[in-house]
């Protein structure tokens, strides 16, 4: 990773990657798996790794996305059912929070439901389900003839930094290198483990000027050049633990701190947004009037303000921007087995951006467009880790990737198109879009062309192992030195997703006590753990004997739907079942009991 020169001798460049795609075939010298079946990462001379991008998503990637019970079961009604809905949801926002942190799901039975505006949910713990989305099941369908959101998840407020001096201190390492857990603060703080906090990286007008976005304006006076103050960007954390003035995080540093460019510091924040949210099962869909109408349904459904929540299982038609679209103050979502298709809309900027992350923390996974823009895309100044994993794309009318002004930490596993994936500077492009990121990861991805260029001083930009006969550092506004390219044209087979790779690789490394349940007094263990044939779950108290039990892999696949072979030992304090047939990995068991969700994980040996 290490890069020899930074010039511009274009040529020499092509031959360096057309020598490395033939020396790493099938390998990457970057990131490899270990004999023990964990993976090697290989830093250059200042410690920069390719880093571990698998802390996203529901719950950081820990547990399954829960089964909520229903609470209230909602029938379509003739016209508009915008109150039909929005009362239903309101009726269970004022039921209270159960120990698992949901109020409960509200079905939506199959039918037509015809919303004439937006539907909000602005409180913690509500999941709308519906009963399909094959077009017989559950059809929502925004009729409003203007712009505008149909199902909004908005928190009142968001996060706020704590004011204590003792919970803000500078970062005094030298140098914080890309994939870095650990840093060093100033001594007097009251940091302590579990407490939520902000990477605050500050940039400074060097930095501004080493990327050249200080010249924007020259190229054409109506571009904006960036500005250091624009750029602090806050990356969320968790500590993980502590020893002494050195802090370890639950996921690893995305942008380089360098005295130099930057300065930054760790500060810890209060979370007042919404939580434990989802929409699941459902079609949604726009009216329109024509293929270019744009005064219709734009976002299908948008998180804001809110955490640890998820959208599954939806089939979204002719909304004009995007099926989902998470929005800066948003993290930790997953969005699973989604479709976009045929956005109705001029083809023009500000359209059609698919999946749409400006959030942080976020996972969107085996989901399908069509006809769209820029289907997987970050906006400006997002920070990473976020990662759009298993995800394909027909009739691509623009590219994927990071879109423009500086997003971080992004890794594109296993996506398929028809059309672009590009890193690039985007220079005046927009009102001056830049650099559109740095530490972009694409990995065993499939394109017709990608750009793939590399930004000034340590930032780097990798594509590892794609199927791509066109890649390049000439961009669309500019050419620059092409960033780190290995096993061009031959897949990583030793490694075929990096995300699932990282994720199995963090959470065997995991102490399993932390996945021991305790809600409400209810505590469960699983034993043996690991495990290569029966396994058992001991409670504290007596399980429900309708208890329910499905195996979900790390990929949030169930593999094994509600085991109905139960058997119930010790008064029914434990459950014994087989799990002999299962591959090597990493699963979670997830448990129905009293109505209750919980998850417990294990290794499969």
């Known amino acids: 990773m290490y890069k ?86 309101n009726q269970v926002a004022a039921m209270p929070v159960d120990a698992s942190g949901y109020r409960g799901t509200i079905l939506f039975t199959a039918g037509t439901y015809n919303l004439s505006d937006t539907v909000t949910i602005s409180a913690s713990g509500i999941v709308l389900r519906g009963a399909g989305f094959n077009g017989t099941g559950t059809n929502f369908i925004a009729t ?9 998840f908005v928190g009142s407020s968001s996060t706020s930094y704590n ?72 990356s969320e954390r968790k500590i993980e633990n502590i020893n002494g003035n050195v802090i370890t995080l639950d996921a690893p540093i995305m942008d380089i701190i360098d005295p130099v460019y ?29 293929s270019t109408d744009e005064n219709h349904g734009w976002e299908a459904v948008a998180f804001d303000k809110i955490y640890n929540s998820w959208a599954k299982n939806l ?8 099926a989902v679209h998470i929005n800066s103050d948003a993290s930790f979502i997953t969005v699973d087995a989604c479709k976009m298709y045929d956005a109705k809309s001029i083809i023009d900027g500000g359209r059609r951006y698919s999946f749409n992350v400006d ?26 880790p976020n990662v759009f994993y298993n995800s394909s794309s027909t009739i691509q009318n623009n590219d994927i990737g990071p879109h423009h002004r500086w997003a971080t930490g992004i890794l594109f596993d296993n996506l398929v198109g028809d059309g672009r994936m590009d890193v690039q500077n985007r220079l005046d492009m927009g009102s001056g879009h830049g650099w559109s990121g740095g530490q972009i990861m694409f990995w065993n991805c499939n394109a ?63 102490d399993n006590n932390q996945f021991e349940n305790n809600n409400a007094g209810f505590s469960m263990k699983l034993s043996p753990n690991p495990v290569s044939s029966t396994i058992s779950i001991i409670a504290n108290q007596p399980f429900d004997k309708n208890c329910t039990i499905s195996i979900v892999n790390s990929n949030g696949q169930v593999v094994i739907n509600q085991i109905d072979t139960i058997n119930f030992t010790n008064d029914n304090h434990e459950i014994s079942f087989e799990v002999s047939n299962l591959s090597s990995g990493i699963y979670f068991a997830e448990i129905i009991n009293n109505s209750i969700p919980r998850s417990i994980k294990f290794i499969k040996k």
């Open 262 to 290: 930057s300065t930054g510091e760790l500060v810890k924040f209060t979370d007042n947004r919404i939580k434990n949210c989802g929409i699941e099962n459902m079609r949604i869909s726009s009216t329109y009037t024509s």
């Open 144 to 152: 409003k003839t203007a712009q505008h959101t149909l199902f909004n």
């Open 163 to 234: 004011s204590s001096n003792s919970t803000r201190k500078a970062i005094t390492d030298p140098y914080v290198a890309i994939g870095k857990k650990q840093i060093t603060v100033a001594s007097g703080h009251t940091f302590a483990r579990g407490d939520k906090v902000f990477v605050h990286r500050i940039p400074n007008d060097a930095w501004i000027i080493l990327l050249g976005m200080n010249l924007l304006s020259n190229i054409d006076p109506l571009a904006v050049n960036w500005t250091a103050s624009a750029y602090d960007m806050d």
């Open 315 to 322: 089939e979204v038609y002719y909304f004009g921007y995007s």
């Open 4 to 89: 020899m020169n930074k010039s511009r001798i274009y040529l020499l460049l092509i031959l360096i990657v057309l020598l490395q795609g033939i020396t790493y075939a099938q390998t990457s010298s970057l990131v490899s798996m270990g004999s023990n079946g964990n993976l090697i990462y290989t830093p250059d001379n200042k410690g920069n790794v390719v880093p571990d991008f698998s802390a996203v998503g529901y719950l950081n990637g820990e547990s399954p996305i829960p089964t909520i019970g229903v609470v209230l079961t909602v029938n379509p009604v003739a016209g508009d059912n915008l109150a039909n809905v929005q009362n239903a949801i």
């Open 359 to 384: 959030g942080q923390r976020c996972l969107v996974q085996n989901c399908i467009t069509r006809n769209g823009r820029h289907d997987y895309v970050n906006g400006s100044r997002t920070c990473g």
């Open 448 to 510: 017709n062309r990608m750009v793939i260029q590399d930004p000034p001083g340590d930032h780097i930009n990798w594509a590892i192992g794609c199927v791509c006969p066109d890649v390049t550092g000439v961009g669309d506004a500019t050419t620059e030195p092409l960033g780190v390219i290995q096993s061009l044209g031959t897949r990583i087979t030793t490694i075929p997703s990096l995300y699932l790779a990282q994720l199995n690789d963090r959470l065997a490394r995991l």
